[in-house]
């Protein structure tokens, strides 16, 4: 079910916090940073201040520094953290996709949990103003505006019809997401007696199935089961499970397709952070003939974030897949009325035309009382930035765009894994140079936007002798 996700991204976030504890009762000197500088420091925005956009890296000097160490950019809506790395120049972060443009406080946590003190970075990023790449494609109808999910039924307002079609439209929500199956375990509360009735009620009914990738031809087979039911979209729900298991995804979606027909409204929902969990096929579930729609699991509660930081970081690693977003936002665990108010604003500002909530039967009267309340006015956001991949790279993001780069050279290889070879690097500098673009290697946005015009390359993951892990 979706709430896995939660957990797992928690997990996963609270990995990245870790440092080394000194022995009891040893002092601890706290970092400390002495300065900033643009890598290269000759770059023409940093001639009087550090001006760097999201995905460029920037120099630290100070005391108490090391390798892997906690780097945190805070500014007034949010925080998100890189590790710090060795370089030829010294000392050396990426700034993450993600915060907002201006100022930008950065700080490094040390051994001990010790914070150092504060140093100011100027992120360099133009307004949103509704990025082609987060509306791009067309949402399905059925996608659009608002819905809620429902795991089990009898706990949703007692499963009773005319109590969720009533609370449903006072919400002003128009799709009920209603798990179907449990890998190749059909579930019977979806019937089509189910779907006659909630369409009688004047709302749309997606079917949802978790996957696990163990039987995918049996998996498709309960997808196509709920679909015969009337469904109006079918959702794919893969998490960990699924991990690593490309060829299994590939079978689950030929076969899926091959049984619902190519336009069926198909959706995938799964982790929001894609560099937390690389070896998920996200570029197979969202790759051509999978699903055209994206409901990223975006649960910034449980994640530990602020509502900006999270959906930026979302959006951030999502957009390269180009497939329109409905985020799937947290509505368990009594999330605060304001989060949930800025939830729908920033994605309005994304461009996202869809919301959905996790779940009916974990929400509050109070986190019902504010998704009744009327929309709030969009927020633009400052675009959030593009993933970076260089050599030494590696996972889905990287396979994603070797097959683009395979469109424009066919000797570049999609490796099990996805690493980010030297000979990745070098197409990469090929390709760049043939657009006119700084031939770095590295994926900044000119250059994730021009090698996602390329098409990409189909992998056929099934005749390999390994899945990716």
């Not at 930008?104 to 133009?126: F, Y």
């Not at 509505?331 to 500002?349: E, H, Q, S, T």
């Not at 021009?450 to 892990?469: E, F, K, N, Q, Y």
Request: proline share 8%.
């Amino acid at each position: 079910m979706p709430a896995r996700a939660a957990a797992l991204v928690c997990t996963l976030f609270a990995a990245l916090t870790l440092v080394a504890v000194a022995p009891a009762g040893a002092r601890v000197a706290a970092p400390r940073i002495t300065g900033l500088r643009c890598v290269p420091a000759s770059t023409a925005a940093c001639r009087r201040a550090v001006r760097v956009a999201p995905g460029r890296q920037i120099q630290l000097s100070g005391r108490g520094l090391y390798r892997g160490m906690r780097v945190t950019f805070r500014w007034s809506r949010g925080a998100l953290a890189a590790k710090l790395r060795r370089g030829g120049a010294g000392w050396a972060v990426a700034v993450p996709a993600g915060p907002a443009a201006g100022r930008v406080t950065v700080t490094v946590r040390g051994r001990g949990r010790r914070r150092s003190n504060a140093r100011h970075d100027i992120v360099d990023a133009p307004p949103a103003q509704r990025p082609a790449s987060i509306a791009a494609g067309t949402l399905p109808a059925v996608l659009r505006g608002n819905g809620m999910w429902i795991w089990e039924l009898p706990k949703s307002d007692g499963g009773n019809l005319d109590v969720i079609a009533a609370r449903a439209h006072a919400a002003q929500m128009s799709t009920v997401f209603v798990k179907s199956a449990d890998g190749a375990t059909v579930w019977s509360q979806f019937t089509p007696q189910l779907v006659a009735a909630l369409h009688a009620r004047a709302l749309h009914v997606c079917a949802w199935q978790f996957v696990y990738g163990r039987d995918p031809i049996g998996e498709a087979a309960a997808g196509a089961a709920a679909v015969a039911d009337g469904a109006d979209c079918l959702i794919i729900d893969a998490e960990t499970d699924y991990e690593g298991r490309y060829a299994p995804a590939q079978r689950y979606m030929a076969a899926l397709r091959g049984a619902i027909g190519a336009a069926y409204p198909l959706g995938l929902t799964s982790f929001p952070y894609v560099d937390y969990h690389p070896s998920l096929p996200y570029s197979v579930f969202l790759g051509p003939g999978g699903a055209q729609a994206n409901l990223p699991q975006v649960y910034w509660k449980a994640i530990g974030g602020s509502v900006d930081a999270v959906s930026a970081k979302t959006v951030a690693q999502n957009r390269i897949y180009g497939v329109p977003m409905a985020p799937l936002g947290q509505a368990y665990d009594a999330p605060k009325p304001a989060d949930l108010a800025r939830f729908r604003a920033i994605w309005a500002g994304y461009g996202a035309r869809g919301i959905s909530w996790w779940s009916w039967q974990s929400a509050s009267a109070a986190t019902w009382a504010a998704l009744t309340a009327p929309a709030p006015l969009a927020v633009v956001p400052s675009d959030p930035g593009w993933p970076l991949l260089k050599t030494g790279s590696g996972g889905d993001q990287v396979i994603w765009l070797q097959q683009h780069l395979a469109s424009f050279d066919p000797t570049v290889a999609v490796p099990a894994g996805g690493h980010f070879t030297a000979a990745t690097a070098a197409a990469l500098q090929r390709f760049q140079t043939s657009r006119g673009l700084p031939p770095t290697g590295v994926t900044d946005a000119a250059t994730w936007q021009a090698v996602l015009t390329l098409p990409a390359r189909p992998v056929d993951w099934t005749a390999l002798p390994a899945s990716v892990g």
